[in-house]
Each structure stands twice: as C-alpha cells, then as structure tokens.
Nanobody, 117 residues
Framework: VQLQASGGGSVQAGGSLKLSCVARGMIWSTFTGSRMGWYRQAPGNQRELVADLTSSGSTNYQDSVKGRFTISKDNSKKTVYLQMNSLKPEDTAKYYC?????????WGQGTLVTVSS
C-alpha cells in the first residue's frame, strides 16, 4: 500500500488549495473502514493533526483551521481530500495524509504548502 499525496504549492494569503491522497494498493473495505487524517509539520515544529474523518463520517478539525478547511473522501477513488480556503501564512507546512486501519497506520510522503503574505 502506498499513499500518494498531491496538490501542494505556493499561494498568496487568502488563496485556496485542494490536497489529494490516493491509497494505491489498498483494498476497498480497508479504505472505507479506516479513519483518515491530514497532518502538517512546519520547520522546527512537531507534526500536528489538522483534520480527521472517521469511517462513520464524523470530522474533527484543529481550532485554527475550523471554517476554512474541509476533509472529505471519495470511496470509489480511494482518495481523501483536504480543501483549504482562506489560507494564511501560518498554514505553511508540509502536509501528510494518514490512514489508520484496524491493523496499521499508513503515511503519505507529504506535500508542501507555502502561503505568502
């Protein structure tokens, strides 16, 4: 199984980006039954949870991104998304997708988001 993240880039403050993470090689039932999350790590900081989505559809967001970011998934494409709007310079970080199945955690390679003021 490989998680392939994409969609990062450089934007100005106030802009938007949509991150995608495809779970290649993961069987459909594992994908649909797993908890999914997006984390980020800025230079010098620890990795932190940005948003997660349970298999039942419940979502949870870090306070700093509430109302601006939306996590979602497409089971048919085995893809999890993070729509990021009203981006701020403090959102600058490398973003990682995570899929937590019953047996193990999977991590993507990260995609860099840079927001300039």
């Amino acid at each position: 199984v490989q998680l392939q993240a994409s969609g990062g880039g450089s934007v100005q403050a106030g802009g938007s980006l949509k991150l995608s993470c495809v779970a290649r090689g993961m069987i459909w039932s594992t994908f649909t039954g797993s908890r999914m999350g997006w984390y980020r790590q800025a230079p010098g900081n620890q990795r932190e949870l940005v948003a997660d989505l349970t298999s039942s559809g419940s979502t949870n967001y870090q306070d700093s991104v509430k109302g601006r970011f939306t996590i979602s998934k497409d089971n048919s494409k085995k893809t999890v998304y993070l729509q990021m709007n009203s981006l701020k310079p403090e959102d600058t970080a490398k973003y990682y997708c995570n899929i937590e199945s019953a047996s193990r955690d999977y991590w993507g390679q990260g995609t860099l988001v840079t927001v300039s003021s």
